[in-house]
């Protein structure tokens, strides 16, 4: 089945940068609207953003201004570049995005929810 596999993760220092990507582990159509979460060990997974497939994005109060969400459709690849991050950031991050597969008996349409693995992120003092 197909997953979502992240990467870009790594080791910064408070103040610096890093860009996550996300895609498909396989060939699939194209993904409606995708997200990414965060998650700090022992707490509950946390949302930061979300992008439509036409672009149109959400974001958390806590990230709004230092992250930013995007989209390359056509590669079905999804992107958060994160700027100024603290050490309080550390955490893995994941993406999620919802796959179309049919239409039920009303003719709404049905979604997969894929995730990812995750990617940690450690933002060191």
């Known amino acids: 089945q197909v997953q979502l596999v992240e990467s870009g993760g790594g080791l910064v220092e408070s103040g610096g940068s890093l860009r996550l990507s996300c895609v498909p582990s396989?060939?699939?159509?194209?993904?409606?609207?995708m997200n990414w979460y965060r998650q700090v060990l022992g707490k509950e997974r946390e949302f930061l953003a979300s992008i439509s497939t036409a672009g149109g994005t959400r974001y958390a109060d806590s990230v709004k201004g230092r992250f930013t969400i995007s989209r390359d459709n056509a590669k079905n690849t999804l992107y958060l570049q994160m700027n100024n991050l603290k050490p309080e950031y550390t955490a893995v991050y994941y993406c999620?995005?919802?796959?179309?597969?049919?239409?039920?008996?009303?003719?709404?349409?049905?979604?997969?929810?894929?995730w990812g693995q995750g990617t940690q992120v450690t933002v060191s003092s």
């Open positions: 999620n995005g919802f796959l179309p597969y049919g239409v039920d008996s009303d003719g709404r349409r049905k979604y997969r929810d894929l």
């Open positions: 396989g060939s699939i159509d194209s993904i409606d609207a």
